[in-house]
């Protein structure tokens, strides 16, 4: 989309700005930062969602106090938490898949279940709310379908699509042949 | 599922520990405190997932360095996160799914769009991987079919959804007359 008069096409970040059709910022495309640079409000930091959360002790200036001004109206517990922005989204996102692979039958899924999942795939594609997000995972999953067979194959199948993504944002790989590790069994902690 | 023997029944946090069919303990189902106490295993606390990520300089005891046995092998910027415990992995979604209401069409979706969001929201009660909670959340569209008729009415149901969990897990309700700020438009910050 291209900015709407005066709007910037670019951010502090350096990525490109994702407007709404209205001419807003799109929230769940953009970064915190760049939020804040077009529209000169000041975000306030994401916080833990309860104030109860806040530990009473915190190192120094590691956390502010939570004043009454940071609260919902009416509520004790709730604070003023900004809607999530593009990498919120995608860390919380991405973790909701790989556990979803994790959890997969490691043998022989039912046809249902296989069918269930590569569904699941293609309608989050079509659902999720960062939108060029969402076309870039739609095109993946189009040129790389699921594989469902084992949870092997589809915890890999999560990783190499992450790692579609990591490339395409200049993160490194992620080495798939500890996917399990980090997804299903751990790191082999000493008691 | 009924403890293996010799297993525990409860954790120190006081939920019934849920084990899988081979009489593991579901890492996805229960907390990390639970799943520390049943294995024995020192549990390292999540991390983030990049060791980029962490900052050069950081308010005294508030992040320990990374050290090399920190990182996955092979890689100089992934750490050793272990598998997201059932809060993370709560959050993580609600995150995802009040997101994805947030950017439903504000008005007149097409017959397509509701349909792929009421699938895909049946589908993800079919591939959650924390089971009682995905369970439970198939009772409650059974029984709470989801509003998919505009943005405020889906935004208000994954809202009420939301508190039916946080009920049932003793938190206190979210008032559901701010989903539109908390989600979708924040909190009018002032410059």
Redesign the interface.
């Known amino acids: 989309m291209t900015p709407p008069p005066n709007k910037p096409e670019y951010g502090p970040s350096g990525r490109k700005l994702i407007y709404e059709e209205d001419g807003t910022l799109c929230?769940?495309c953009n970064e915190y930062t760049d939020f804040q640079f077009v529209t000169?409000?000041?975000?306030?930091a994401p916080r833990p969602?309860?104030a109860s959360a806040v530990p009473a002790t915190t190192?120094?200036?590691?956390l502010a106090a939570v004043s009454s001004d940071d609260l919902?109206?009416?509520?004790?517990?709730?604070v003023?938490?900004?809607?999530?922005d593009v990498n919120?989204?995608g860390?919380?996102?991405w973790?909701?898949l790989h556990?979803?692979a994790?959890?997969?039958p490691k043998d022989s899924p039912t046809d249902q279940q296989k069918q269930?999942?590569t569904?699941?795939l293609t309608?989050?594609s079509?659902?999720?709310?960062c939108?060029w997000c969402a076309k870039d995972f739609e095109k993946y999953i189009r040129e790389n379908a699921p594989k469902v067979d084992n949870r092997e194959q589809l915890g890999r199948w999560m990783c190499e699509a992450h790692n579609h993504v990591n490339k395409k944002l200049g993160?490194?790989k992620?080495?798939c042949n500890?996917w399990e590790?980090?997804?299903?069994?751990?790191?082999d902690?000493?008691?």
Chains 1, 2 share one sequence.
Request: glycine share 6%.
């Open positions: 929230r769940s000169g409000k000041a975000l306030k969602a309860v190192a120094p200036g590691a919902i109206p009416g509520s004790r517990t709730y003023k938490v900004p809607p999530p919120q989204l860390r919380s996102s973790t909701m556990a979803t994790a959890k997969y269930d999942m569904k699941f309608l989050f079509h659902v999720y709310p939108t993160k490194p992620f080495n500890f590790k980090r997804w299903v069994s751990g790191w902690e000493e008691s």
